[in-house]
């Protein structure tokens, strides 16, 4: 299945090569979650990830054909 991942902040550097701007498409198999998206970008800690623009999701929710996931890093503050 494919999916759609854009990432924000210094996740960028995580898309795969030739993504354009801060998202990319990516294969996964039928019954993947966000952690295993997650795992196939190298993502380490996230602050927020988003799917279908807003509603806030968890590592272990399942994705489906079509979906978008947006991420988000931490941020510090002083």
Do not use: N
């Not at 509603?55 to 272990?60: D, F, G, K, L, Y």
């Amino acid at each position: 299945m494919q999916v759609t991942i854009k990432l924000y902040g210094s996740l960028s550097q995580h898309l795969p090569p030739g993504s354009k701007g801060r998202k990319a498409t990516v294969e996964l198999p039928e019954g993947a979650t966000v952690d295993d998206l997650a795992e196939a970008l190298g993502l380490g800690e996230v602050a927020c990830l988003f799917m279908r623009g807003s509603e806030q999701v968890h590592r272990a929710q399942k994705l489906e054909e079509g979906d978008t996931i947006s991420a988000f890093p931490p941020i510090a503050g002083g």
